[in-house]
């Protein structure tokens, strides 16, 4: 599952931006260099899969992800030169997938308003307060005189 095209990349940043991110070694392209940019777009995707593997596959790809998904792709494409921007959409970006991840919010809205996936679907497990510890038990464990053992059954 892809989480942002060549297309959404183009319409948040524009074309000369991805034209000139895709053609690193050749400054003088004109068009994107639609095999880094399938790469890149291919890295994104596992590291959005990473914090999303409890939810996949997902129903629909809600909007604010699809924003993520391009603000991770353009740090990646900036490879060793990114600006200040754009490292802070990237940790941005990445501050909502942990969020995701640790069931401290839900992924977004679809097209229509509504929730992709709500955390309030989600199972939590508590360990919770433990009822039969020696602690709990030591009055029945222990005589007075002796400690119980399972050898002196």
Request: hydrophobic share 40%; charged share 25%; with cysteine.
């Given at each position: 599952?892809?989480?942002?095209?060549?297309?959404?990349?183009?319409?948040?940043f524009?074309?000369?931006?991805?034209?000139?991110?895709?053609?690193i070694?050749?400054?003088?392209?004109t068009?994107?260099?639609?095999?880094?940019?399938?790469?890149?777009?291919?890295?994104?995707?596992?590291?959005?899969?990473?914090?999303?593997?409890?939810?996949?596959?997902?129903?629909?790809?809600?909007?604010?992800?699809?924003?993520?998904?391009?603000?991770?792709?353009?740090?990646?494409?900036?490879?060793?030169?990114?600006?200040?921007?754009?490292i802070?959409?990237y940790?941005?970006?990445?501050?909502?997938?942990?969020?995701?991840?640790?069931?401290?919010?839900?992924?977004?809205?679809?097209?229509?308003?509504?929730?992709?996936?709500?955390?309030?679907?989600?199972?939590?497990?508590?360990?919770?307060?433990?009822?039969?510890?020696?602690?709990?038990?030591?009055?029945?464990?222990?005589?007075?005189?002796?400690?119980?053992?399972?050898?002196?059954?």
């Open positions: 599952m892809s989480y942002c095209t060549q297309n959404d990349l183009v319409l948040r524009g074309i000369d931006e991805m034209v000139r991110l895709t053609n070694d050749n400054p003088s392209a068009t994107i260099n639609t095999t880094v940019l399938a790469v890149m777009l291919t890295d994104s995707d596992a590291l959005i899969n990473d914090f999303l593997c409890n939810y996949l596959p997902l129903p629909a790809i809600p909007a604010r992800l699809v924003r993520a998904a391009c603000d991770i792709v353009r740090y990646y494409l900036y490879k060793d030169t990114p600006t200040e921007h754009v802070s959409r940790d941005e970006a990445c501050h909502y997938l942990k969020h995701i991840d640790l069931d401290q919010m839900g992924i977004g809205a679809d097209d229509n308003g509504v929730a992709v996936l709500d955390i309030s679907d989600s199972i939590a497990i508590d360990q919770g307060q433990t009822l039969f510890g020696q602690r709990q038990m030591r009055d029945y464990l222990y005589d007075d005189d002796e400690p119980f053992r399972l050898g002196n059954l």
